[in-house]
């Protein structure tokens, strides 16, 4: 059973072959690219469904390739790295990662991470929260779509996936550990700077001022709460 196309953009051979191997035999079409600008050329030439990219490649970066991928597309993209901090994590996200998994990593782990990541790539397409209004932005869930004043905001999968849970969920505090579940599946760990880049960068899709929300609020040592005047619309 063909379980989605995958591209692999590593300079590492060695890890671009195991890949290749591990993901054929668990049902993947895999194509791989040594470096960044192979990585963008191979991405815009073809059809992908999820994208797993080294962060620390020569030239053009993984963080880079990103931002490129993210400029057009909302394909699924899991950044790879030795690095571990959170300030690396933090600057992937906000390139429009959708996770980050750590080098090295046990194969079991990454295919746990691209299952749930995959698994929630048409998760808005039937919502049971389908419409909402944040003051003067209209949300359809459906369509998603995002109007700012006559101009839509684009949102990436996760950026939807994390609002779209909230919204199910509306004006009650969500625990961090709910969230991470709910949205990056039940193997998510306790990354809580994860919720934290993302909620970030839907208050400056979202909110009038950012540094003050009006809507995606942030309850201490708990969690987030979606403020609504009125719940969602089917």
Excluded at 37 to 57: A, K, W, Y
Excluded at 175 to 192: C, F, I, P, T, Y
Aim: one cysteine or more; charged letters at 30%.
């Amino acid at each position: 059973m063909n379980k989605g196309s995958v591209l692999v953009v590593d300079n590492d051979p060695q890890i671009c072959r195991m890949m290749r191997i591990t993901l054929v035999a668990e049902g993947f079409e895999v194509s791989d690219a040594r470096n960044g600008i192979e990585g963008l050329e191979r991405f815009r030439s073809s059809r992908f469904d999820l994208v797993l990219l080294d962060v620390n490649m020569p030239g053009m970066s993984g963080v880079e390739v990103c931002r490129e991928i993210r400029y057009g597309s909302e394909v699924a993209i899991i950044m790879l790295s030795v690095h571990a901090t959170e300030g690396d994590k933090t600057k992937a996200l906000d390139a429009g990662a959708d996770d980050y998994v750590t080098k090295p990593f046990s194969f079991p782990e990454l295919l746990a991470r691209m299952r749930a990541t995959l698994r929630r790539r048409g998760y808005p397409s039937q919502p049971e929260c389908k419409r909402m209004r944040l003051g003067e932005i209209e949300i359809d869930f459906e369509a998603r779509q995002v109007q700012v004043q006559d101009e839509e905001e684009r949102l990436t999968p996760k950026e939807w996936d994390l609002l779209h849970y909230l919204a199910t969920h509306p004006n009650r505090t969500v625990s961090h550990r709910e969230l991470l579940r709910g949205v990056w599946g039940s193997d998510a760990g306790d990354e809580k700077e994860y919720l934290r880049v993302f909620i970030n960068r839907l208050r400056k899709k979202l909110e009038s001022s950012p540094q003050n929300p009006e809507y995606l609020l942030t309850e201490p040592w708990m969690g987030y709460r979606l403020r609504l005047p009125n719940d969602c619309t089917s």
